[in-house]
């Protein structure tokens, strides 16, 4: 305002300086201008001044309620919002935030009450059908919100909030289908490049689609127009990981950290990154300062359960686990210390995987039992790794006996490999069962089988190679691999620790020490995308065979071409197993409960020798145990 000041207000008549009208515009837009740069008490005493003289300027008054929302205080604006719509019952603005301010106060009828009264002096306004079609949508009456999105739809096509509310309705009505809910959230952002919520929720809906990539520039964008939003940055971080930049993602948690008023809601997905990198004590540390901050997270009773677990801490483990009663996945975790230890019964997890099948395939009757005489047997594996389907399977051939008809039903990529099993007649695609007719067999699930005949303790039959490769795979591999009387040793490893946990991981340089060994030749079974490894395999002289395996019957067919495998926890340590060859199975401090606790052989494979770390994420003494045995028992320098 010029020098003059609204105290004027009163004599500029007699003065005849200026009018007390032009004097309010000036005032006014003193105010506006204050507020628009943020300094709200500056406007908040012009706006006094006004109103003490004249208590009823509608101008004055909007520019109040504004005033107290950024001031936080959105309560104080709902009586002068209730002063404007006095004077002017219909007014747009004022029937507007009276409804969004009292939608945050938690009162979505009083809200609803606001809208509606907007729509009915106002039918067409874009702001009213979308708040009260959000309101709506907060009271889970998604019909009546998709009318009022529609109509604004129709009368404002290029909305980019309608199209956004129609994504986030999607979300609620269809919550399973995110390429609906992702085109919507895209759409608004074509239309409002800058709209920060429609990022987030794009970003949201690529997670839940497993596109942790995609998501990223989504989460970037919104932090260029809010940096210090802890959720974002939190979403962010866990993309990050998903998509194994794991340094990346503790920059992002360690950024949130200080924002967030969810301390231990950070310190959990920090421990989560730290678990990941291999650093089992710094995750320790903070899985116990997350259930500090939160004495009932039982995520973080979880996690805590499971590095106590693989740093050997069985009894802490096991006591962190019943703390995390809730968690799916806890007793489950329990009962395998039971079982490591020797205190359950082995079967006993795979007869509640079977429970837990049972009650999910609502479509599915697991019916059958030995006990039961019938024509024909469809025997499911959902659920069950590569490594658990090739364990069981010896168990087919002594059902034959109490069915006229064994059929195994298997995924696409075992369907070749599980016909090598000795005993199985006959084995289809899962994909196939759903166009057979059920009505006239009985249907069970591999996982029941030990229960249905009696084993106990862990007992398997001891058959010795019960798997038989297809003579046709047997075919000339690479004569430059096999040539000579040289001992041929397979190499199997693992570099997947995102999704199996760190103490899986066994990568190829972990086996330097095996190459620098004399009379042998070795060979590379596992494939990987990564070019550092290939080159790895090359300067270290051992050849790549897996490059020339197609599927998993050509490696089973490879690996009975050799003499010795030496492998982690994989599929070709069951496929060594099964087949009855020589193999050395480096295992980690807390092995699948399958491989036992502490012993040096197999129940399950008896040409198997188990060589386990004794230190988490240290494989050095099983790899120098594994030199010394070849050294030993099989003549090499």
């Not at 004055?60 to 709902?78: D, F, I």
């Not at 798997?467 to 397979?490: A, C, H, M, S, Y």
Request: with cysteine; charged share 25%; proline share 4%.
């Amino acid at each position: 305002m010029r020098n003059t000041d609204i105290d004027r207000v009163n004599s500029s008549e007699s003065e005849n300086e200026i009018s007390r009208e032009e004097a309010f515009v000036e005032a006014l837009d003193a105010a506006k201008t204050h507020l628009q740069s943020g300094r709200v008490q500056p406007a908040a005493k012009i706006l006094n001044k006004v109103l003490t003289i004249d208590s009823n300027n509608i101008a004055a008054l909007k520019l109040m309620a504004e005033v107290a929302s950024l001031s936080k205080t959105p309560t104080a604006a709902l009586p002068i919002l209730g002063k404007i719509l006095q004077h002017d019952p219909a007014n747009l603005d004022a029937l507007n935030n009276r409804g969004v301010i009292l939608m945050g106060l938690d009162d979505p009828e009083a809200a609803e009450l606001s809208f509606r009264k907007l729509l009915k002096y106002h039918p067409n306004d874009c702001n009213g059908l979308n708040n009260l079609a959000t309101n709506l949508i907060h009271q889970e009456r998604f019909g009546e919100a998709e009318q009022f999105l529609l109509k604004a739809k129709d009368q404002w096509p290029f909305d980019a909030t309608t199209v956004y509310n129609l994504g986030v309705l999607t979300f609620n009505t269809e919550p399973a289908n995110n390429q609906k809910q992702l085109n919507y959230f895209l759409k608004a952002i074509e239309l409002k490049p800058d709209y920060t919520e429609a990022h987030i929720n794009a970003a949201n809906a690529l997670v839940r689609s497993g596109e942790f990539e995609r998501a990223i520039p989504h989460l970037d964008k919104a932090l260029l127009y809010r940096p210090e939003d802890p959720q974002i940055l939190l979403n962010k971080g866990i993309a990050l990981r998903e998509t194994k930049l794991l340094t990346k993602a503790l920059d992002c948690f360690k950024a949130a950290l200080p924002l967030s008023s969810e301390k231990y809601r950070i310190d959990y997905e920090i421990a989560q990154t730290q678990y990941l990198l291999g650093d089992l004590k710094s995750a320790t540390a903070l899985y116990v300062s997350a259930i500090s901050h939160k004495a009932a997270f039982e995520p973080g009773y979880f996690g805590l359960g499971t590095v106590l677990a693989e740093s050997g801490q069985l009894a802490k483990a096991k006591e962190a686990f019943n703390r995390a009663n809730k968690h799916p996945a806890a007793a489950h975790r329990i009962k395998a210390i039971d079982i490591i230890t020797r205190d359950a019964d082995p079967w006993v997890l795979f007869r509640e995987e079977y429970e837990v099948l049972r009650s999910k395939d609502k479509k599915t009757e697991f019916n059958w039992t030995p006990q039961n005489k019938t024509r024909e047997v469809f025997i499911q594996t959902d659920g069950m790794s590569d490594g658990e389907i090739i364990l069981l399977s010896r168990l087919i051939k002594q059902l034959n006996k109490k069915s006229q008809k064994i059929t195994l039903v298997i995924r696409k990529s075992l369907l070749a490999l599980v016909q090598c099993v000795d005993g199985v007649q006959n084995a289809i695609c899962s994909s196939t069962l759903k166009n057979k007719n059920l009505k006239n067999v009985d249907v069970t699930h591999l996982y029941a089988l030990p229960s249905f005949l009696g084993l106990k303790d862990g007992n398997l039959p001891k058959i010795m190679g019960y798997i038989k490769p297809n003579r046709e795979r047997k075919r000339l591999w690479d004569p430059k691999i096999f040539k000579g009387n040289e001992l041929k040793i397979g190499l199997s490893w693992i570099d997947s620790g995102l999704r199996t946990g760190p103490h899986q991981e066994l990568k190829f340089n972990e086996y330097e020490p095996f190459l620098e060994l004399n009379g042998a030749s070795f060979i590379g079974l596992t494939q990987t995308k990564n070019e550092l490894q290939k080159g790895h395999l090359r300067d270290m002289d051992a050849a790549d065979l897996s490059v020339s395996i197609r599927d998993k019957e050509d490696l089973l067919a490879a690996i009975d071409e050799l003499d010795l495998i030496i492998t982690g926890d994989t599929l070709t340590a069951h496929l060594a197993g099964a087949l009855n060859k020589p193999a050395i199975i480096l295992l980690p401090l807390l092995p699948h409960w399958l491989w036992e606790y502490k012993t040096q052989t197999s129940s399950y494979y008896p040409s198997a020798v188990l060589l386990r770390q004794s230190k988490a994420n240290s494989w050095r003494r099983p790899v120098m145990a594994a030199v010394d045995l070849l050294k030993n028992n099989y003549g090499l320098s």
